[in-house]
């Protein structure tokens, strides 16, 4: 076969790797390089520098709207094209193209979670599982019928990014049973997605980093672990912005107004919730690094209110 790949960030480096291991990829497809770090020079994505390392040729417009990118396509025969977190949006022009259209792996159990951060929005809504979808691309944003799915149950304490790497892999992994079918003449069976429980996975905005104290204990806890490592959450702690890496909700009925430090010591720091308490477990100082609580206090004791 002959596989045009598309994707951009690290997330989709394990399905490239899954999609080039017979050596038919013809062509990656990833996002221009961007500025980056604190000199701001181009820096190529994940994709890009996994496609060098292994001599696949790279292709980077800015869009795929254009004549000219219908025509480069058009140009490597492509038998299908795998999209992974690409970040360009594919017209029905470039949908028509590979003989077997374009699959996609997406990081949730559609219809739950269409858009661009289903990883991190299952864990803020206190989803009890996730998984990954092998999709068949339509016009619609991840609307299409689903053609091989993997489930995997969320723990209690795991992060953004720990769920992120998982999802990578299980993605790759099912990405690959999909070729694995249509390479032996059984395409996978398309099923389309029910229209009951569908939800939309907003992008991450850095405005909703920021703590509420009003809202319950459980629900910041979650946001705490879903914001983790990007954009990390973050608060007011007695009249200090801090970024809050690691926190746990605790049950208790303290009666105290939202924001208020109920005790800070080696263990934690416990801030009164609208229901409930967060104890902070590590913490980030304006231009520090992430601590353990029991060293920001060595620097700073508290009393007063978060």
Request: glycine share 10%; hydrophobic share 45%.
């Given at each position: 076969m002959r596989i045009v790949f598309a994707g951009t960030p690290e997330f989709a480096v394990p399905s490239l790797r899954a999609a080039a291991q017979r050596g038919e990829v013809v062509a990656v497809y990833t996002q221009p390089d961007r500025p980056a770090g604190r000199g701001r020079g181009l820096q190529a994505s994940p994709v890009k520098l996994e496609a060098v390392q292994r001599g696949i040729p790279v292709l980077q417009p800015e869009t795929l709207r254009t004549q000219l990118s219908r025509d480069a396509l058009r140009a490597l025969q492509p038998d299908l094209m795998v999209v992974v977190a690409y970040g360009l949006l594919l017209p029905q022009s470039i949908l028509d193209i590979p003989k077997h259209g374009c699959w996609?792996?997406?990081?949730?159990?559609?219809?739950?979670?269409?858009?661009a951060a289903?990883?991190?929005?299952?864990?803020e809504a206190g989803d009890a599982e996730t998984g990954v979808c092998l999709m068949q691309m339509e016009k619609g944003l991840d609307t299409g019928p689903v053609l091989l799915s993997q489930h995997t149950p969320i723990s209690v304490a795991e992060t953004g990014g720990e769920l992120h790497d998982r999802l990578a892999v299980l993605g790759a992994q099912v990405l690959s049973d999909g070729l694995g079918l249509l390479r032996a003449g059984m395409k996978p069976v398309a099923v389309p997605q029910p229209d009951a429980g569908a939800t939309y996975a907003a992008k991450l905005d850095k405005a909703e980093a920021k703590l509420d104290w009003t809202r319950p204990a459980e629900a910041l806890a979650r946001k705490v672990r879903a914001f983790q490592p990007w954009p990390v959450a973050e608060a007011q702690l007695d009249g200090e912005r801090v970024r809050i890496?690691?926190?746990e909700a605790l049950p208790l009925a303290h009666g105290a107004p939202p924001g208020t430090v109920l005790l800070a010591r080696r263990e934690g720091i416990d801030v009164a919730c609208g229901e409930g308490a967060l104890r902070l477990l590590r913490v980030q100082r304006e231009g520090g690094r992430p601590v353990a609580v029991s060293d920001y206090l060595n620097a700073r004791p508290l009393a007063g209110r978060a």
């Amino acid at each position: 076969m002959r596989i045009v790949f598309a994707g951009t960030p690290e997330f989709a480096v394990p399905s490239l790797r899954a999609a080039a291991q017979r050596g038919e990829v013809v062509a990656v497809y990833t996002q221009p390089d961007r500025p980056a770090g604190r000199g701001r020079g181009l820096q190529a994505s994940p994709v890009k520098l996994e496609a060098v390392q292994r001599g696949i040729p790279v292709l980077q417009p800015e869009t795929l709207r254009t004549q000219l990118s219908r025509d480069a396509l058009r140009a490597l025969q492509p038998d299908l094209m795998v999209v992974v977190a690409y970040g360009l949006l594919l017209p029905q022009s470039i949908l028509d193209i590979p003989k077997h259209g374009c699959w996609n792996v997406h990081a949730s159990l559609l219809p739950r979670w269409r858009g661009a951060a289903p990883i991190q929005r299952a864990i803020e809504a206190g989803d009890a599982e996730t998984g990954v979808c092998l999709m068949q691309m339509e016009k619609g944003l991840d609307t299409g019928p689903v053609l091989l799915s993997q489930h995997t149950p969320i723990s209690v304490a795991e992060t953004g990014g720990e769920l992120h790497d998982r999802l990578a892999v299980l993605g790759a992994q099912v990405l690959s049973d999909g070729l694995g079918l249509l390479r032996a003449g059984m395409k996978p069976v398309a099923v389309p997605q029910p229209d009951a429980g569908a939800t939309y996975a907003a992008k991450l905005d850095k405005a909703e980093a920021k703590l509420d104290w009003t809202r319950p204990a459980e629900a910041l806890a979650r946001k705490v672990r879903a914001f983790q490592p990007w954009p990390v959450a973050e608060a007011q702690l007695d009249g200090e912005r801090v970024r809050i890496h690691a926190a746990e909700a605790l049950p208790l009925a303290h009666g105290a107004p939202p924001g208020t430090v109920l005790l800070a010591r080696r263990e934690g720091i416990d801030v009164a919730c609208g229901e409930g308490a967060l104890r902070l477990l590590r913490v980030q100082r304006e231009g520090g690094r992430p601590v353990a609580v029991s060293d920001y206090l060595n620097a700073r004791p508290l009393a007063g209110r978060a």
